[in-house]
């Protein structure tokens, strides 16, 4: 007599399975991208102490200056939104908790078998 499974095992079991693949995955990809990223960084650094790269601080920092008060505008175009800054963020907030609440709970067994078979993954990667 063959044993069945049932839909809830079937649902774990992919979802470690896919855990573990995306763990294993992510960390395998994390090493060798930061590996490049700092090694683009020594290669960078190395050719302008060279001189064969010449950096313009001062479009850097007048660029960096427009940046802050682009952002100083916003911050201060929110601030003076009294009706809208807390009350909508907070519901906001709270709508989205609900919503990532309610699909986790419909899909506990997955969501739960995900994780721990992810951090399966990275672990032992």
């Given at each position: 007599?063959?044993?069945?499974?049932?839909?809830t095992?079937?649902?774990?079991?992919?979802?470690a399975?896919?855990?573990?693949?995306s763990?294993?995955l992510?960390?395998?990809?994390?090493?060798?991208?930061?590996a490049?990223?700092i090694?683009?960084y020594l290669?960078i650094?190395?050719?302008?102490?060279?001189?064969?790269?010449?950096?313009n601080?001062?479009?850097?920092?007048?660029q960096?200056?427009?940046?802050?008060?682009d952002l100083?505008?916003?911050?201060?175009e929110?601030?003076?939104?009294?009706?809208?800054l807390?009350?909508?963020?907070?519901?906001?907030?709270?709508?989205?908790?609900?919503?990532?609440?309610?699909?986790?709970?419909?899909n506990a067994?997955?969501?739960?078998?995900?994780?721990a078979g992810?951090?399966f993954?990275i672990?032992?990667?």
């Open positions: 007599m063959t044993k069945s499974h049932n839909p095992q079937q649902e774990m079991a992919m979802g399975l896919a855990g573990i693949c763990g294993y992510f960390k395998k990809v994390s090493k060798y991208a930061a490049t990223a090694v683009g290669a650094q190395g050719a302008s102490q060279a001189g064969y790269i010449k950096i601080w001062k479009k850097v920092n007048d960096i200056e427009d940046l802050k008060e100083t505008d916003e911050i201060s929110i601030v003076t939104d009294e009706d809208t807390v009350l909508e963020n907070e519901g906001r907030l709270k709508a989205t908790a609900r919503r990532a609440y309610e699909a986790v709970k419909q067994a997955t969501s739960g078998s995900f994780t992810f951090a993954g672990l032992f990667a």
